[in-house]
């Protein structure tokens, strides 16, 4: 399978416990996005990386959150001190870089987060 | 703030009708529109519109995008069982990133 993959797809966590997800873009893809999905609404953007550099972050990603990508590969997200709003589906998109000035993403499983 | 809002919420249809999806949208440094369907899982990727006016088909979806109006359409011919799912148009912002702006989405059920 050489889709976008995220690791695990399900968390159950109990609040103020640290959480830390993983995905692993389509290896020919230079960009990298996490979003989070509540249920009935659409992905919001929480931030996005051009290989291993972070270039947008949202104002919805707080301090308790920091995602990496260091060797422009995967990228994991950390949730520090998680509270149940963050209960959501994170999801993770992988995008070419080229000479086309846009181009699609593409989405991983994604990571379903329940805080109790 | 960008803004972007899809419209029914949610459509009930019996195989065989063709449905029509809509998006308006408001969002800064527009560069192109993305669709996609989200069945119980990840979006997978339709369609892509840069330049007003140009239908893109594939089957028997088709879509296009008016950027003088600020909307596209997604439209569905006969359609059947498996299409039932939510629709996504996402903005992207012409920016390195191309960001996407989602809206809530239309959730199609298609009736046997």
């Known amino acids: 399978d050489t889709g976008v993959s995220q690791n695990p797809r399900h968390k159950i966590t109990k609040r103020g416990q640290n959480v830390t997800f993983r995905c692993d873009p389509i290896s020919e893809h230079n960009r990298l996005y996490w979003y989070r999905q509540t249920l009935g609404q659409g992905p919001e953007f929480l931030t996005y990386f051009q290989n291993e550099a972070q270039l947008e972050k949202s104002r919805l990603l707080s301090d308790r959150f920091s995602a990496e990508r260091p060797k422009g590969s995967f990228s994991t997200l950390e949730i520090q001190r998680t509270e149940q709003g963050d209960s959501a589906m994170y999801l993770c998109?992988?995008?070419?870089?080229?000479?086309?000035?846009?181009?699609?993403?593409?989405f991983g499983p994604g990571t379903r987060l329940t805080v109790t | 703030e960008d803004k972007v809002v899809q419209s029914p919420l949610s459509l009930v249809v019996h195989e065989g009708d063709t449905v029509t999806l809509n998006c308006s949208y408001e969002v800064t440094n527009f560069r192109s529109l993305l669709w996609y369907k989200q069945e119980k899982k990840a979006p997978t990727f339709l369609f892509m519109l840069?330049?007003?006016?140009i239908e893109k088909k594939s089957g028997r979806l088709s879509s296009i995008l008016d950027k003088k109006e600020l909307f596209s359409i997604l439209n569905i011919t006969a359609t059947q069982t498996g299409d039932s799912a939510v629709y996504l148009c996402a903005p992207a912002k012409n920016n390195a990133g191309n960001m996407l702006t989602f809206g809530g989405g239309t959730r199609l059920m298609v009736k046997p």
């Open positions: 840069t330049s007003s006016g």
């Open positions: 998109a992988s995008s070419p870089e080229g000479r086309r000035s846009s181009y699609e993403q593409y």
